[in-house]
């Protein structure tokens, strides 16, 4: 939304100068995930391991979840087109307590995580208590001149966004009445997507952070207030994310000296799919791209290949739809779907 991007334009930039964007004290320092990726596919009904913080919070930040977002997957605005504000960035499609959940059970604005995708989990400290205490207070408080959602309309206004207004209703609509419906962060980020506009990415997440921070003073006590800017404490870094791949693997005849097959992007957007393997021993391979009517478009010879081995299909030549990618010794293969966009 490009009138919450200009206003809070000089707020960003002084954020941007570093990965780690927190709020409010000098003091306040980021969660921060182990960067890295885990180079086993995980599948679709299988738990991820255990996130690991290689950065603990400060004492101003009590709750630490994770955030999911899908990667090479933009985030898009309400006219369908990638969003930009504070940057843009990956989709959010989740939540998480501890970071162990099975990637089947994640999917937000109908976004999930196909076989084949790549996924990340970002740290994010708040403190929940605090957010429950807001929301319940704008959702069922009275101020002086009247109920507190009524804030919402002269925040439209102002702001020149006119969903806003009807936030108390969207809040309603997705069973949130109270604060005894926020127990995490997924009712934190539905909080949030009456802000966005659209879906929301890391960099609209924070934006909107800023937003409640910037609009404190007038916000009264009634409401969940504090009479002063800069309530929310949060801390975030949006370059420390630790990934994993969705196993996306249609075995037939498994080639049992290879492992660790995988495709990416997935969807491909970007006019090239890469290929990653791994083979236990010297292997002569070939890769083959079949279309859906099991023509073959593409052909590499790979030749005597061991250890871990990349390298990429174009596709930019291709009609969208779904392919296959074969790897095969010419007598075992394995196969994996990939979708051109």
């Known amino acids: 939304m490009k009138q919450l991007a200009t206003?809070?334009?000089?707020?960003?930039?002084?954020?941007?100068?570093?990965?780690?964007?927190t709020c409010c004290t000098p003091n306040t320092i980021a969660p921060e995930i182990t960067t890295g990726f885990h180079t086993t596919q995980i599948g679709g009904n299988v738990n991820t391991p255990i996130a690991t913080l290689g950065t603990i919070n400060s004492a101003d930040l009590p709750t630490v979840e994770y955030i999911i977002t899908k990667r090479n997957s933009p985030a898009l605005d309400d006219m369908g087109v990638p969003d930009t504000v504070g940057g843009g960035g990956d989709v959010i499609i989740g939540a998480d307590v501890d970071g162990i959940f099975m990637p089947d059970n994640i999917q937000r604005y109908g976004v999930t995580l196909n076989p084949g995708d790549t996924f990340d989990l970002v740290a994010v400290g708040y403190d929940l208590a605090v957010i429950q205490n807001l929301a319940d207070s704008l959702l069922n408080g009275t101020s002086p001149s009247g109920p507190c959602c009524g804030l919402f309309g002269v925040m439209s206004i102002v702001l020149g966004e006119p969903a806003i207004a009807g936030f108390c209703d969207s809040m309603n609509r997705a069973g949130i009445y109270n604060s005894t419906h926020i127990n995490g962060m997924n009712e934190v980020l539905t909080i949030f997507d009456v802000f966005s506009g659209g879906q929301t990415s890391l960099p609209s997440f924070i934006n909107t952070l800023n937003l409640i921070n910037s609009n404190g003073t007038f916000i009264s006590q009634e409401c969940g207030g504090t009479g002063a800017d800069n309530f929310l404490s949060f801390g975030i870094n949006t370059s420390a994310t630790y990934g994993y791949d969705r196993e996306g693997t249609i075995a037939v005849q498994k080639l049992s000296d290879v492992s660790l097959f995988m495709l990416y992007p997935n969807p491909a957007t970007k006019g090239v799919v890469n290929i990653h393997f791994t083979t236990q021993k010297e292997v002569d391979l070939n890769i083959n791209l079949f279309d859906a009517l099991?023509?073959?478009?593409?052909?590499?010879?790979?030749?005597?290949?061991?250890?871990?081995?990349?390298t990429a299909i174009p596709v930019s030549q291709l009609a969208a739809g779904i392919y296959y990618v074969e790897l095969t010794d010419g007598h075992n293969k394995q196969v994996l779907k990939v979708i051109v966009d």
């Open 7 to 21: 206003l809070f334009a000089a707020c960003l930039m002084a954020a941007t100068t570093v990965h780690a964007q």
């Open 294 to 310: 099991g023509q073959r478009v593409h052909h590499q010879t790979l030749g005597n290949v061991s250890g871990d081995f990349n």
